[in-house]
T-cell receptor
Framework: SQKIEQNSEALNIQEGKTATLTCNYT??????LQWYRQDPGRGPVFLLL?????KEKRKERLKVTFDTTLKQSLFHITASQPADSATYLC?????????FGTGTRLTVIP | NAGVTQTPKFQVLKTGQSMTLQCAQD?????MYWYRQDPGMGLRLIYY???????DKGEVPNGYNVSRLNKREFSLRLESAAPSQTSVYFC??????????FGEGSRLTVL
């Protein structure tokens, strides 16, 4: 069965550093991969989508990579700020595959 | 635009009671989804509707029914609630496969 793993439940980093979150998946081949942010008590909010034929995508301080050979995506937040503290969810997605990882809770320490 | 609106936001039920969670979207999206989110389990898909008039089971459909009332509305019904259905329920919509727009969630407790 399909499985999605996000590197750790919680990640603490110092303000200004780069946060790197990992998403690994097994037993399926998604057409693309999405990243979402979720704040406590709120619904997830879409951040970025990267397709299987794209290696890297950037949006402001965010960068996502997608390695279909390793079955892995890396999500980077550069120059992190306390306002980036949230839970980040990955979703390797394809037709009839609408799964999410359990998320990584990121805390940026001032 | 309101986006995706879920009602109610909070609900407490007794075991065996029934209830319906309502969801409406104003973005003219074809696809709508119901997820549940539990600690340590992440978001799990209950049912989805790829277009008006169609519904399909997701990972965890047992104990639930859905209705795609029209293009805007997608409801989730618990016929006989069980404590295992205590969870936060999220409705989402999208235009085909792609970015999902989520509601703010409905927090259900079954005693």
């Amino acid at each position: 069965s399909q499985k999605i793993e996000q590197n750790s439940e919680a990640l603490n980093i110092q303000e200004g550093k780069t946060a790197t979150l990992t998403c690994n998946y097994t037993n399926y081949s998604p057409a693309y991969l999405q990243w979402y942010r979720q704040d406590p008590g709120r619904g997830p909010v879409f951040l970025l989508l990267i397709r299987e034929n794209e290696k890297e995508k950037r949006k402001e301080r965010l960068k996502v990579t997608f390695d279909t050979t390793l079955k892995q995506s890396l999500f980077h937040i550069t120059a992190s700020q306390p306002a980036d503290s949230a839970t980040y969810l990955c979703s390797p997605t394809g037709a009839n595959n609408l799964f999410f990882g359990t998320g990584t809770r990121l805390t940026v320490i001032p | 635009n309101a986006g995706v609106t879920q009602t109610p936001k909070f609900q407490v039920l007794k075991t065996g009671q029934s209830m319906t969670l309502q969801c409406a979207q104003d973005m003219n999206h074809n696809s709508m989804y119901w997820y549940r989110q539990d600690p340590g389990m992440g978001l799990r898909l209950i049912y989805y509707s790829a277009s008006e008039g169609t519904t399909d089971k997701g990972e965890v459909p047992n104990g639930y029914n859905v209705s795609r009332l029209n293009k805007r509305e997608f409801s989730l019904r618990l016929e006989s609630a069980a404590p295992s259905q205590t969870s936060v329920y999220f409705c989402a919509s999208s235009e085909g496969l792609g970015e999902l727009f989520f509601g703010e969630g409905s927090r259900l407790t079954v005693l």
